[in-house]
């Protein structure tokens, strides 16, 4: 399991260094949070990780972390979507370091639980890396 972890952590150190590379600036920050309101599919998390993952910090990333329990926790069904959208490695990693302390304690359980209990036989990867995401909150 701690390999996981391990593979987690490498692909989001990736993911900070690039959004550090290019600066979030004041418009694009106000732009990135009114726009975390319309969060309710993942294609619109990954639109938004393209062109706001810069600014994924503060108000925002804490509302990308609510849109993204939302998703696991409400719309489980569209999982298939996401594992179709984490073919890119770099919003895999987005995505999982969404599953953060932020969100709370039920939210998270159900994550796990969802991961274990419902997860579709060609995304068995994607949903062990939920399930230890959640539980190591």
Partial sequence: ???WGAIALCVWSTISALA???PC???EGQRADQAVDALNSWDRIHEWYKDYRQ???GAPAEGVSEAVARNLVDRWETLPRLGELTKDVGFRGFV???VDETLNDDDLKKISANAVKRCPANLR???RQLKI?????
């Fill in 1 to 3: 399991m701690w390999r």
């Fill in 20 to 22: 550090q590379s290019r």
């Fill in 25 to 27: 600036t004041r418009q």
């Fill in 55 to 57: 600014c994924d910090d």
């Fill in 96 to 98: 999982l370091k969404h």
């Fill in 125 to 127: 990867s994607l949903c």
């Fill in 133 to 137: 995401q959640a539980e190591a909150r």
